[in-house]
């Protein structure tokens, strides 16, 4: 009896707690004081994150769960307030509160089979502990199962749902269909907030993306630079989040002129990630593991940096503002992730090429088949070009799926191939 009085309560406070936009500004007072020494382009990410979460309750525009992959350019045009549960899920498993809303989803027959950024997500939803949707977008761009995700969400809240569904090729007729459904994507969301479609809306998000995607394209040339003068270990946290939410957004172009002024700065000073740079690692997948974890640990202790992650380059070309749809569909089709395996071994190798990488590690998150399925044929092209490829299995959320003892052997043993490479 004490365990079910103790389980409600703390259902009840973690409720409280989710739905109180007090919670949202506390978290930023307390988080600009917390992280004070922090870099300014963390406390700007905590800042907008915090807020974006806060305004989605307050309603005061068209809340739309959105899939990672669906351009956040045209969310804002559209002037909706776009949340990514995917990304929500990384950082409450940074916050090591994973665990409760997995418990949430399973105890409700949700599959411990289905990736484990949706089970926190839908066990959110399920304590009612994200805003509610007003809509629902998402696209089929590499993950199978985000597709089922949010069409659930959208019968869970009773909202209308979208599927953007690229084809599998990258030719003019998927272009020209890509087009038209974007298109029609417009029309489906004017028609749900009784709001004209604005292009001058659409050509200014576009044009603030350019701006964006320019930084982005500087910072990575800066990258470039041994030392490493940018943690690959936060590129794959809060400043993916911003890859993926804030494009099309001045809060997005704000925080890459940070950004782009702190690596910089890093550059012109030598000052790298780690001391005495040994290891160059690029990291493959677009996540890693979110909760308390040993990796990073052990990069350190081999003087090994992650010099650059698969999904932080700009794959698209910058919008040409007089065909905003067809630039919209480019970078969809243009994923080096989508389509044959090839192109993304092409872009791979390019990757390395250009940022003096020793090795490479492909995360292979338990949930996302479209990755885990190429990792093995990846491996064994890179092994005919001399190339050590580790594949490293594990879970980014649920750390039932991870072993410290077995981490550690198996990283240990390729840093020290690597090391012996050198």
Same mark, same amino acid.
């Given at each position: ?129 994200? !805003? ?5 977008? +998402?696209?089929?761009? %590499?993950?199978?199962?985000?597709? *089922?995700?949010? &069409?659930? @969400? $959208? ?11 690229? !084809? ?5 007729? +998927?272009?020209?269909? %890509?087009?038209?459904?974007?298109? *029609?994507?417009? &029309?489906? @969301? $004017? ?22 995607? %320019? ?208």
């Amino acid at each position: 009896m004490g365990n079910i009085i103790n389980s409600d309560l703390k259902d009840r406070i973690i409720i409280s707690l989710a739905q109180s936009s007090f919670t949202y500004k506390l978290i930023r007072k307390v988080g600009s004081y917390y992280f004070r020494k922090s870099d300014s382009s963390f406390l700007f990410w905590l800042n907008f994150y915090t807020r974006q979460l806060e305004i989605a309750y307050q309603q005061k525009k068209p809340v739309v769960w959105a899939s990672i992959f669906t351009p956040s350019e045209l969310l804002y045009a559209l002037d909706l307030i776009p949340l990514y549960p995917e990304m929500i899920s990384a950082s409450v498993a940074s916050l090591n509160l994973a665990d409760y809303f997995i418990e949430t989803a399973e105890s409700n027959f949700y599959s411990p089979d289905l990736c484990s950024f949706y089970r926190v997500a839908s066990g959110m939803s399920l304590k009612n502990c994200l !805003p509610r949707p007003d809509m629902v977008i +998402s696209t089929s761009l %590499l993950c199978d199962g985000s597709v *089922k995700f949010f &069409q659930n @969400v $959208s019968r869970y809240y009773g909202c209308d749902y979208y599927l953007i569904d690229p !084809p599998y090729e990258r030719n003019q007729g +998927s272009r020209k269909y %890509l087009v038209n459904e974007l298109k *029609k994507l417009v &029309q489906w @969301v $004017s028609k749900r907030t009784n709001e004209q479609f604005s292009s001058i809306k659409l050509r200014k998000a576009l044009e603030l993306a350019n701006q964006s995607t %320019l930084l982005i394209k500087k910072i990575n040339q800066i990258r470039e630079k041994v030392p490493a003068p940018l943690s690959g270990w936060n590129a794959l946290a809060y400043q993916l989040y911003m890859y993926f939410a804030s494009l099309g957004s001045r809060d997005g172009l704000n925080f890459y002129e940070l950004l782009a002024r702190e690596v910089k700065n890093n550059a012109i000073q030598d000052k790298g990630v780690v001391e005495r740079e040994c290891i160059r690692i690029l990291w493959l997948h677009q996540l890693r593991p979110y909760y308390p974890n040993i990796i990073w640990q052990i990069m350190l202790d081999y003087k090994a940096v992650i010099a650059f992650e698969e999904i932080n380059q700009v794959f698209w070309l910058e919008y040409d503002l007089t065909q905003p749809f067809s630039g919209l569909a480019d970078k969809i089709l243009a994923n080096p992730g989508a389509g044959s395996l090839s192109r993304r071994i092409s872009s791979i190798e390019n990757l390395i090429k250009k940022y003096k990488i020793d090795g490479v590690i492909h995360f292979n998150q338990r949930g996302c088949r479209q990755s885990c399925g190429g990792a093995s044929m990846i491996k064994d092209y890179l092994k005919a070009k001399g190339i050590p490829m580790f594949i490293l299995d594990g879970d980014g959320i649920d750390k039932r799926n991870y072993s410290e003892g077995q981490t550690r052997t198996r990283l240990e043993a390729f840093f020290e191939i690597l090391s012996q490479n050198r």
